[in-house]
């Protein structure tokens, strides 16, 4: 609350929209929680297919990649979709090893990206001298105090996930296909890590229909949010 008082253009926005009540926790949350309803993922090329069954909304290439998605890939048991719905998430949380794998390589580094597609190795306890705190996360755990829940996360939703690099809680992975061949290797082994992740064996044709599915479910009003987004952060003088 401190550091969002101390940003003139928030306090006198926060002034107006909530007369009398300005910066405090629940204002914080409603303005949080007011900007995430408007991040909608609607009318993907996949929602067209699925929904309006618009056959070639998508590409015999990501069509395949659908195809191994619900099929070989087994990721659907997970990210679930249905004719009903399709958030791409079973809302249960389970263990993959990323969390684990941070927990205990503590000179473990992270590919930390630079934009444009660079990325910089940056160790842990680099991490800690820059962001500070503990970087210590159990996951699910911290909450239910259950060890079967040690290093669970819940599973994300993949809508616009071509947007949203860096993955996984930590932004450990800094590319799709970084997270494809994590799950390729059947996630990290670890004594409570979801049966579900076995080795995949794909193949590197697989792989690219297997990111090219992903990148279909980005929805169509993104490109004018984004752009939103970033005219309002430049407008800032933030870098
Ligand atoms: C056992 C359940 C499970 C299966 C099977 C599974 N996922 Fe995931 N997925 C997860 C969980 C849980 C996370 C979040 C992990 C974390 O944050 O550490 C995740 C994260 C991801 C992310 C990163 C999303 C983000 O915004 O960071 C992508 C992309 C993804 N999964 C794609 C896939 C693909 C493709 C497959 C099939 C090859 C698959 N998943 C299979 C549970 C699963």
Redesign the pocket.
Known sequence: MARVSGLADYSSAFARVFPGAGINEDTIAVALASYERTLIAANSRFDLWLFAGEGSALTARERSGLE??RGK???????HFSERAAL???H?????G??WARANAASRTMSVPLGGGETAEVSSAEMTALFGGDLHDD?RFEVTRQLRDR????????RN?AL??????????AT?RE??E???RG?IDNPGK????QP?H?SLDEKQA??A??RALTGETVGQLAAEARAAFHATGAR
């Not at 249960?92 to 993959?96: E, K, P, R």
């Not at 949203?164 to 992975?173: C, E, F, I, R």
């Not at 979801?194 to 992740?197: E, I, M």
Request: hydrophobic share 45%; aromatic share 16%.
């Open positions: 191994l998605f890939a087994g990721c659907t048991a997970c990210h791409f998430t079973d249960l949380f389970h263990n993959t990323v969390g996951g290093w669970a996360y819940k599973t994300p939703s993949l996930v949203t690099a860096p993955y996984m809680h930590d932004g450990s992975l799709l997270v494809i994590f799950y390729d996630g979801d049966p579900l992740l995949l794909l297997l990111e599915f992903l």
